[in-house]
């Protein structure tokens, strides 16, 4: 390709006022054309009524004797921060104690405030250093809260705050904490994040606090954080050197750091006397190979002594892989997938090595996550959450040696009668067999009582994708899905593609930088496979996908147009020749590779959404309609990426819509309402096309 020129660079600007008259004037637009109507208004309600219900199931995280849960509902759209105790939430109606109001917050301090997350202290856990997000976005203002008066500790009188900023903190004791944040020139990484860690004593300017570790410019971020855990304290210091590569040390006397020899792309953590390790890619140590994925466990004494004895907790194949690892206090506990498909195993290791066994009693046919665990004061205690497409939620609590029991269970949040779950499998182009999940009713004349043993007829079908960064898409029950979807007769598709890791690391490293192709190659092998099994047709197909997903669907529409009906392309990364100089784009060039340098831009132009739009006619095919939204708030990928495709292809005279919301940040939604609203404009938008 030649040079690249951008009339569009303008809308890059963020809040510049321009760039939000031509927002304005598009919302407008689609608002008018999709959301002016009493059906649109009542599935807007269906949604909200949804989101906001009290029966849905507070998922609990336990702090000391208290379970604290973060609640939105129609009263508290920005969320209650509030605590039980497991006596009480075991009842049907536990007695909550609110911690913060963040409403009245915000109404107070006349601030759109967002929820995102507390750090309690442990052990006295009797301060919180809470973290407040203007708009949902990824940058959050920093405020020590009082647990006992429920208050916050202001700065004039020792409080810890810090300004706006992407900050990484965390206690030390009850008078220090470890702090990366903004402080100036030279403090943030080319991606934004800390580069460098403080120590911070209460009282003091943080500007005058003594850095304990300093990464380069480049690096993506570095973290520092202490374990309190008596018997076991220690200071662990990661440097994130790229996106999916980190050098962890312990921190040792006069804070020299003591490098944890493993893989920079491994995963490794410490809890009490173990070191786990995680391999990404295959590693031979002292003459065994162990195959990407496997899950090493050795003594962290021993190992920073050059012992390298290890013990293999889990060793994938062809059809399992390792999706969640959380410690208990004397046990691992693993979710594995077989084929995408969950179990539990409870790993437990001794002296003489370890023993394995899974853990029964639980639902069959259903995904399983691990909600919580708490092994520092909750023993060997977990919260389990079961479900799939068509079965609510279930909560589980239970301990590895005890006993076990359902304390919530989600209501239906819409008609699942007739309904049936399949997977199948469709060929790539290099013969790679992609797993995808079909949730749909059976057609009413298949002549057969059983519902596996039909197919349903063709229709308006939504294929979900997301293909990145290792994220593996599992079943899981969505209300909004089944209402706006699912319950109209819609047909619903999950697909597994590579990039993900519902097959280990290898199904995503296979697919970084110069293997990206073969993401794009999957999903339209998953699109023909829908319409050679008679599930839908092309013009009834549409594909929705957000973050990378969006870039996926911009992918979808410049590439592959004949295999949809319509495509919702939200949040989205589309000008891949820009996405490393645009807020946290430089992280990913891991995954995507670099588009100053020749080699990986001559890959990267083959598909960047942005730089291949062509004119419909003789230059390029028609597009399927496209609904195209993004945030203002999103300081994460930045809303330039949306606005200049959505710009691009109404000059080249497709058939687009646009919206953006104002707040909501990543995730597109401050609250409930907004979520509600954002989601009923998608499946609206999808429906009226597709049917």
Partial sequence: MGPVTDPYLWLEDVTGADALEHVTSRNRRTLAEFADDAEFARLEQRLRDILDTDARIPYVRRRGQHLYNFWKDAAHPRGLWRRTTLERYRTDDPEWDVVLDLDALAADEDENWVWSGAQVR??????????????????????????????????????????????????????TVYVGTDTGPGSLTTSGYPRRAQRWRRGTPLQDAPVVVEGDPTDVAVSVWFDPTEGHTRTVVSRATGFFDSEVSVLGPDDRPIRIDAPTDASVSLHREWLTIRITTAWTLDGVLHPAGTLLVARIDDWIAGDRRVRTVFRPDAHTSLHQVAWTENHLLLVVLEDVRSAVVVVTLNDDGLETERLTGLPENASVSIVGTDPDDGGDEFFLDVGNYVTPSTLVWGTVQGQREVLRRSPAFFDADGLTVDQFFATSEDGTRVPYFVVHRARPDAGTDDPSETEPAPGPTLLYAYGG???????????????????????????NLRGGGEYGPA??????????????????????????????????????????????????????????GAIVCQVPLLDMKRYHLLLAGASWMAEYGDPDDPDDWAVISEYSPYQNVRRPGESGPTYPPVLVTTSTRDDRVHPGHARKMAARLEEYGHDVSYYENIEGGHGGAADNAQLAFTSALAFTFLWRMLT
């Fill in 507 to 564: 199904w995503h490293t296979d697919v970084r930088v110069a293997g990206r192709h073969k993401v794009h190659e999957d999903f339209a092998a998953v699109a023909r496979d829908l319409v050679d099994r008679g599930i839908t047709t092309a013009d009834r197909l549409g594909a929705r996908g957000g973050s990378n997903g969006g870039l996926l669907m911009g992918i979808a529409l410049t590439k592959y147009p004949e295999l949809f």
């Fill in 122 to 175: 442990r052990p006295d856990f009797d301060r919180a250093l809470i973290a407040l997000s203007r708009g949902g976005a990824d940058a959050t203002v920093i405020r020590e809260f009082d647990l006992g008066k429920r208050a916050f500790v202001p700065a004039s009188e020792g409080g810890f705050t810090v300004p706006e900023a992407k900050t990484d903190i965390g206690w030390i004791d009850a008078d």
């Fill in 469 to 495: 960064f290792e994220v593996s898409l599992t079943p899981s029950y969505s209300g909004i899905v089944g209402a706006a979807w699912l319950e109209r007769g819609g047909t619903y598709v999950v697909a």
